[in-house]
């Protein structure tokens, strides 16, 4: 299967190149598409696309086919993925999803390269056949809602209030009793002895009244939906930054903007959340890279893309104007931070080696020795990414790419690979070898979860090396000896 | 200090003169022992409050709550405090409806303690909260599908009932300081007992109001109460998160509730009966009754925690084991074990011997089940949060020094604003110890004021 894949790969790969050299091959896709036009919610729809080439009227082999559906969500609209497949030797690709939503859909079809094509869009309309996502109806018992409580709140409120009335009662039957003293001292007179009965009954009426507010103006509150109440939800605010007080009830949802454009652009960068990842300062965090003197397009790149793991923005939830503001904010701190060196050999163990092996040899990815590409068609490759291979757009920069790519040219070069330095601890070696690349040097500040001071049991972390666990793949190829080790090793890290 | 004492009789000899003295005695003497006291109670206050001017400035971080477990020392004193807060309810309200005789010397006393719990319970949430300033977004953006809305309500209203309700019994003995303490008192007590005794002179017109105001209120304020702790708990049951979604929560609680409020109330009687010398009052015989009535609400919560633990431990759906787990041998085992034996199998223990139905250990008993509970509040909230709803790895929670810090000034307030209380007010509701007294055939009741020697004795009793 792995030796397939890595065929296929390669397969990918050529046909990259050959697309290239010969731009004149694959100028014009043409997708046809056999759809139904009915569907049940819940049921599998199964489209068949057929793939040619407009000019040979040949048929497109071994070609990536996408179905994306037009959709919204929470007011933010945009086309979801929904199934994929690839072309066989007829040009023909199936694809099936389940559908999960009723109502009339509206698909696209793309072919993704090389070469060019027209998506071509599809419409089902997907019926309300069984259940699937949508809560079920409430009960609606009569007399219970809110009429209900306001109903107890009046009665239980109600009575308190005329038993601390009563107290009234008492003042008024031993008014004017001669044996009363009170009278007779003429700092107090006799009408001060209500001062108190009445701030009593104000104190009860008072609760009464908040409470009963509470509940009748409740409809018009929905909380987080906005309405006529303009409630807007307050900020995030993060470790050391002072919040500056804006009166008692929730302050204005919308971002500040600060006296300069520095300090605008601070706030803006932790008003969209930013600093979550990449640290207060912009000098990345546990999870996040150094933002700083990144320009707004490279920002801008990063944040529609979403890289590794980081959420994609898009122009709704975080403009242009915004990211401009957040560039200006990472671009104040000047040198502050080095920009590091980049080597190729670095970006190569940090991002490539746990797949393509440390030496370039090969392991889930396919070995990269003697690979007959450019140093422009290497760069494609990890720009676009392949069948299993990831995009490494917004991840790496263009420094990196490049260098990352002359160093897989080098691998080329007749004799011995690059010399992999051997680690004085075999364990320690492994583990960079074939953890670090998604758990982050030492285990801390990968993408993957923290290794260092996990949790998880030595028979649990053995099984996850061995089987794989969630989105980690299961690395077969060490010996029960070699995943001892790692697993004792990974127990000793720290964070 | 010997002008003080001109107005106490240097011997006194009849009854009536005996409870007056009593009860008018914290009032008039005050210890150095006192002012020590004090002093120490406004230092831990006062280092509370500097523990969270820390925690207002930098936020929660200064705590040990974090994303996971999010809530820690200061729900579980807020469901801790809310609870002893039905010390009142259950002994002054419920044995009032049913006339239990006995109660009579410590009712003002356990009504005090319901407002003080409600007041320093409610304190807890606003600590909680990570942006105080905010509060007032309960008024203006609550929802009462909250429960945290329900829980404002009903502490609320059960603050503002207790209130009145700590109040209105307290009119004639407000007369009484008013009439009675003149000499050796500070001007600003005699004006507070002048308009709080609004113009009480046991008259039976009066007593009519007041008596059928007491009738409504007693009646009204025990489903206040019982709805208090059932809504404190729904704040956890509403969820779907394991070892809180439960049905039998609300009794849970309730019975928790009564438990503890108990045990603090015999913690504090047994304090002022020592400091103020209140034996003839107070007697073995109170603390006997209310180890009755610890052992009782012990058997119905161990009658609750098997009847929880068993219907959701025999299944162990999901992650139920996990917090099975932690809760019987896990990291809450020691507080697990120390509750289930400690805090509910000893208080039925010293009530079934003669031998330990004494003071010392009955009062040691109430300890012991107030720590218990206290102790069952943070690991029914701690342990809760701990179990992982997703597959993430458990947290740990442990609270830091400014928790510990607020934790010692919310006790410390809660000892201090008693110790202000015993100044200031009586402490003890002579008129009703009067009546009761009167009813087994004691000596008639002290004269309020100068009351008409029209007005039958009888009259001043309480229609029930």
Redesign the interface.
């Known amino acids: 299967m792995k030796r397939w894949k890595a065929g296929f790969f390669i397969a990918l790969v050529a046909a990259l190149t050959f697309g290239l050299a010969l731009p004149a091959f694959a100028t014009h896709i043409e997708i046809e598409v056999t759809s139904p036009s009915h569907s049940e919610l819940g049921s599998t729809s199964e489209i068949t696309v057929k793939l040619t080439d407009a000019d040979s009227s040949g048929p497109v082999a071994e070609a990536e086919v996408v179905l994306y559906q037009t959709t919204d969500f929470g007011g933010q609209s945009g086309k979801v993925r929904v199934a994929h497949s690839t072309t066989d030797a007829d040009g023909i690709a199936q694809l099936r999803w389940v559908e999960r939503s009723s109502g009339s859909k509206d698909y696209t079809v793309e072919y993704s390269g090389p070469g060019e094509s027209s998506p071509e869009g599809i419409a089902i309309h997907v019926g309300e056949g069984s259940q699937l996502y949508r809560s079920q109806e409430g009960l609606k018992l009569p007399g219970i809602g809110?009429s209900s409580?306001i109903g107890l709140?009046v009665l239980?409120?109600g009575?308190?209030f005329?038993?601390?009335a009563?107290?009234f009662?008492?003042?008024r039957?031993?008014?004017d009793?001669p044996?009363?003293n009170?009278t007779v001292e003429a700092e107090?007179p006799?009408r001060?002895?209500?001062?108190?009965?009445i701030a009593?009954v104000l104190?009860?009426a008072g609760?009464a009244a908040?409470?009963l507010?509470?509940?009748v103006r409740?409809p018009q509150?929905?909380?987080n939906l906005g309405g006529p109440?303009g409630?807007a939800r307050?900020p995030v605010?993060y470790?050391d930054q002072v919040?500056q007080?804006a009166?008692?009830?929730?302050a204005a949802g919308e971002t500040p903007v600060g006296p300069n454009a520095v300090e605008g652009g601070r706030i803006t960068y932790v008003a969209h959340g930013c600093a979550a990842c990449h640290g207060l300062d912009a000098d990345g965090g546990v999870v996040g890279t150094s933002l700083r003197n990144h320009s707004a397009d490279a920002l801008e790149a990063a944040a529609r893309f979403g890289p590794l793991g980081m959420p994609a923005f898009n122009e709704a939830n975080l403009p242009r104007a915004d990211i401009e503001k957040i560039a200006a904010y990472v671009g104040s701190f000047g040198g502050a931070t080095p920009v590091p060196e980049v080597s190729g050999d670095q970006v190569f163990s940090q991002f490539c080696a746990t797949c393509h092996g440390a030496d370039g040899g090969g392991d889930i990815g396919p070995a990269l020795g003697g690979i007959e590409l450019s140093i422009e068609e290497i760069i494609s490759v990890v720009t676009s990414g392949g069948e299993r291979m990831p995009s490494w757009r917004g991840t790496l920069s263009e420094e990196q790419m490049r260098a990352v790519a002359e160093y897989v040219k080098a691998l080329n070069a007749p004799g011995p690979g690059p010399v992999v330095v051997p680690n004085v601890d075999e364990s320690a070696t492994l583990f960079s070898e074939k953890c670090s690349g998604c758990h982050g040097a030492g285990g801390v500040g990968g993408f993957a979860p923290q290794l260092a001071g996990?949790?998880?049991p030595a028979d649990e972390l053995t099984a996850a090396i061995s089987v794989g666990r969630g989105g980690m793949p299961a690395f077969s190829d060490l010996t029960g000896d070699q995943v001892a080790l790692l697993v004792s090793y990974i127990l000793t890290l720290q964070p | 200090m010997v002008s003080l004492r001109s107005e106490s009789r240097a011997t006194p000899s009849t009854w009536t003169e005996r409870i007056e003295d009593a009860v008018l005695g914290p009032v008039r003497h005050t210890s150095p022992w006192y002012y020590v006291l004090v002093v120490f109670l406004v230092a831990v206050v006062g280092w509370g409050i500097y523990a969270y001017s820390l925690q207002f400035r930098h936020?929660l971080?200064e705590t040990g709550m974090r994303d996971r477990i999010s809530w820690g020392l200061y729900i579980s004193l807020f469901v801790f405090f809310i609870g002893i807060s039905h010390a009142g309810t259950l002994v002054s309200a419920i044995l009032r409806v049913s006339n239990a005789g006995w109660r009579t010397p410590i009712t003002r006393i356990a009504e005090f303690i319901t407002v003080v719990a409600l007041l320093t319970g409610a304190f807890f949430v606003i600590i909680d909260l990570g942006?105080p300033?905010?509060?007032?977004?309960?008024?203006?953006?609550?929802?009462?599908?909250s429960p945290i809305?329900w829980d404002?309500?009903a502490v609320?209203?059960y603050l503002?009932?207790s209130?009145?309700y700590l109040?209105?019994p307290m009119?004639p003995d407000l007369a009484l300081f008013r009439d009675r303490a003149k000499v050796g008192v500070a001007t600003w007590k005699k004006?507070l007992y002048?308009?709080?005794a609004?113009?009480?002179?046991g008259?039976a017109?009066?007593m009519?109001?007041?008596s059928?105001?007491l009738t409504?209120?007693m009646i009204?304020i025990i489903p206040?109460a019982v709805s208090v702790h059932t809504v404190v708990s729904w704040i956890f049951g509403m969820t779907l998160r394991t070892g809180w979604n439960s049905t039998i929560f609300g009794i849970m609680f309730v019975a928790g509730a009564i438990f503890s409020g108990v045990a603090t109330l015999t913690i504090v009687l047994a304090v002022l009966r020592k400091v103020y010398h209140l034996e003839e009052y107070i007697t073995l015989e109170h603390f006997q009754k209310l180890a009755y009535l610890l052992a009782a609400f012990s058997l119905i919560m161990i009658y609750v925690n098997i009847s929880e633990f068993l219907t959701t431990g025999y299944k162990l759906e999901g992650s139920e084991l996990f917090h099975f787990r932690e809760l019987f041998v896990g990291q809450f085992a020691g507080m697990y074990w120390f509750y289930f034996y400690g805090g509910l199998m000893l208080p039925g223990l010293v009530a079934l011997y003669r031998r330990t139905r004494t003071i010392p250990f009955i009062v040691g008993a109430a300890v012991v089940v107030d720590i218990s509970m206290f102790l069952e509040r943070y690991f029914i909230v701690v342990a809760g949060l701990r179990t992982p709803l997703m597959p993430y790895?458990?947290a740990n929670y442990a609270p830091t020094w400014v928790e510990w810090s607020i934790m010692a000034a919310g006790f410390a307030w809660f000892a201090l604003l008693i110790a202000l209380f015993v100044k200031v007010f009586p402490i003890l509701a002579v008129w009703e110890i009067a009546e009761h007294h009167e009813s087994i055939g004691g000596e008639k009741a002290p004269e309020m004021?100068?009351?008409?020697p029209s007005v039958p004795a009888k009259q001043w009793r309480v229609r029930r």
Request: hydrophobic share 55%.
């Open positions: 809110v409580i709140l239980i409120w009575t308190l005329i038993a601390a009563l107290v009662a008492v003042v039957a031993g008014r009793d044996s009363d009170w107090a006799s001060r002895r209500f001062l108190f009965p009593v104190f009860v609760l908040t409470l507010t509470v509940v409740n509150t929905h909380g109440g409630y307050t605010a470790l919040e007080f009166g008692f009830p929730l996990t949790q998880l | 936020g971080i942006r300033d905010r509060l007032l977004n309960v008024i203006i953006y609550g929802r009462w599908q809305a404002v309500i609320t209203t503002a009932s209130m009145v109040y209105l009119i004006r002048r308009v709080l609004v113009g009480w002179v008259k017109s009066q009519r109001p007041l059928r105001a409504i209120l009204l206040i790895e458990a004021a100068v009351a008409e």
